[in-house]
């Protein structure tokens, strides 16, 4: 394959795209909704549709648009605050979009997902059935996070908008994904604060390097600052979904971005992409628990072979045959996301043991395989 190092061959043949705009880009200074903002990006995506282009929105701005709707300047502490903001303030975000669309003829339809569609593999697929279903019919889908209902935050938020454009990206197999944001992209150092701040026009991959450089810096609105938009970049990528970051202030980035000009940053998508049901197992599920292995183990799964019992040390969690489990190395990193072949209390039974005394141990054996290569999503 030739190298591809221009953004026309890189965005060359995109079709199905993914635009996020966040809290910062959809309000104003005192956190209420930009109208005439949200109507340019409206008029832009409207556009891209007219072209051909299939069109995924994902938006942020429900809390936003709660405060103004109850006049309230300073985002809220409370769980049940934020949530009582976010469902005043959906009804009127949807309501915007909805008038604002119809004056260009469109339809739009309404998905509020949590992790729980993306942690349940038939939920998964019938959330991308209906994105295709909006896409065929070419009505635009906005998406965003149903914080009204989730009563436990850490355990099935998503948590910012960035991390679920990336979610969606993988569902609906999208070539790209433009993130609108406060800042034109990324700097090789905090652009606020050093003069010399030098814009990042194209990231090939994504090291610690470029980490280090995103900082931890976001608007006093947002959830997400340029660390989840490189948490977003890391995991798209893997998909075969390139994505540009760019400033909001100007909605026409969007098309700019579309037809290849030199706008923002864009992360380069790879070339080997990692399957779709592999996506979801390394970013979608809720993990129950997790297994530290051994060297040997560890060589053995980087080099595409199952997980055996033997290489097993230690089990954490209580979970069943079929859960969705972290293996760690011996210093505690996650390295991977697999699939069980067997519960917590048998690999307990089992670990650092040959795969020929599983049966004499346990009285039955359902597989050589604690976790089958073909259920295994490495990390980076």
């Given at each position: 394959?030739?190298?591809?190092?221009?953004r026309?061959?890189?965005?060359e043949?995109?079709?199905?795209?993914?635009?996020?705009?966040?809290?910062?880009?959809?309000?104003?200074?005192?956190?209420?909704?930009?109208?005439?903002?949200?109507r340019?990006?409206?008029?832009?995506l409207?556009?891209?549709?007219?072209?051909?282009?299939?069109?995924?929105?994902?938006?942020?701005?429900?809390?936003?648009a709660g405060?103004?709707?109850?006049?309230?300047?300073?985002?809220?502490?409370?769980?049940?605050?934020?949530?009582?903001?976010?469902?005043?303030?959906?009804?009127?975000?949807?309501?915007?979009?909805?008038?604002?669309?119809?004056?260009?003829?469109?339809?739009?339809?309404?998905?509020?997902?949590t992790?729980e569609?993306?942690?349940?593999?038939?939920?998964?697929?019938?959330?991308?059935?209906?994105?295709?279903?909006?896409?065929?019919?070419?009505?635009?889908?906005?998406?965003?996070?149903?914080?009204?209902?989730?009563?436990?935050?850490?355990?099935?938020?998503?948590?910012d908008?960035?991390?679920?454009?990336?979610?969606?990206?993988?569902?609906?197999?999208?070539?790209?994904l433009?993130?609108?944001?406060?800042?034109?992209?990324?700097?090789?150092?905090?652009?606020?604060?050093?003069?010399d701040?030098?814009?990042?026009h194209?990231?090939?991959?994504?090291?610690?390097?470029?980490?280090?450089?995103?900082?931890?810096?976001?608007?006093?609105f947002?959830?997400?600052?340029?660390?989840?938009?490189?948490?977003?970049?890391?995991?798209?990528?893997?998909?075969g979904?390139?994505?540009?970051?760019?400033?909001?202030?100007?909605?026409?980035?969007i098309?700019?971005?579309?037809?290849?000009e030199?706008?923002?940053?864009?992360?380069v998508k790879?070339?080997k992409?990692?399957?779709?049901?592999?996506?979801?197992?390394?970013?979608?599920?809720?993990k129950?628990?997790?297994?530290?292995?051994?060297?040997?183990?560890?060589?053995?799964?980087?080099?595409?072979?199952?997980?055996?019992s033997?290489?097993?040390?230690s089990?954490?969690?209580?979970?069943?045959?079929?859960?969705?489990?972290?293996?760690?190395?011996?210093?505690?990193k996650?390295?991977?996301?697999?699939?069980?072949?067997?519960?917590?209390?048998?690999?307990?039974?089992?670990?650092?043991?040959?795969?020929?005394n599983?049966?004499?141990?346990?009285?039955?054996?359902?597989?050589?395989?604690?976790?089958?290569?073909?259920?295994?999503?490495?990390?980076k």
């Amino acid at each position: 394959m030739k190298n591809r190092n221009t953004r026309e061959e890189i965005l060359e043949n995109i079709q199905r795209i993914v635009v996020k705009v966040g809290t910062s880009t959809l309000t104003n200074e005192n956190g209420h909704l930009d109208i005439e903002k949200i109507r340019k990006i409206v008029l832009e995506l409207s556009n891209l549709q007219d072209k051909g282009y299939d069109v995924i929105l994902v938006s942020s701005g429900a809390v936003g648009a709660g405060m103004g709707l109850l006049n309230i300047n300073e985002k809220p502490k409370t769980l049940a605050e934020k949530q009582m903001l976010s469902a005043v303030g959906q009804v009127s975000l949807m309501q915007i979009y909805q008038t604002l669309f119809k004056e260009h003829n469109k339809i739009v339809g309404q998905l509020l997902l949590t992790k729980e569609e993306f942690s349940n593999r038939k939920r998964y697929l019938n959330m991308r059935n209906v994105c295709n279903a909006f896409l065929k019919r070419k009505i635009i889908p906005i998406i965003n996070e149903n914080d009204a209902i989730v009563s436990n935050a850490l355990k099935i938020k998503v948590g910012d908008n960035d991390t679920m454009s990336a979610l969606v990206s993988g569902l609906i197999d999208a070539d790209l994904l433009i993130i609108l944001s406060d800042i034109d992209g990324l700097y090789n150092k905090n652009p606020r604060k050093y003069e010399d701040a030098n814009l990042i026009h194209i990231v090939g991959d994504i090291n610690e390097d470029i980490k280090k450089m995103a900082g931890a810096e976001g608007s006093k609105f947002g959830t997400g600052g340029m660390v989840t938009k490189i948490i977003a970049a890391e995991m798209v990528t893997k998909i075969g979904t390139s994505l540009v970051i760019a400033s909001g202030d100007e909605p026409k980035n969007i098309t700019r971005i579309v037809e290849k000009e030199n706008i923002g940053t864009l992360f380069v998508k790879k070339n080997k992409k990692i399957s779709l049901r592999k996506y979801w197992l390394a970013y979608g599920p809720s993990k129950e628990g997790a297994l530290t292995i051994d060297n040997g183990a560890k060589s053995a799964l980087k080099n595409g072979k199952s997980l055996l019992s033997v290489g097993i040390k230690s089990v954490e969690g209580t979970f069943d045959k079929g859960a969705i489990v972290e293996i760690e190395d011996l210093k505690g990193k996650v390295i991977a996301t697999g699939i069980s072949n067997y519960s917590s209390e048998e690999i307990n039974l089992i670990k650092g043991e040959q795969s020929e005394n599983i049966e004499e141990i346990l009285g039955y054996k359902y597989d050589d395989a604690v976790i089958h290569i073909d259920n295994v999503a490495m990390k980076k």
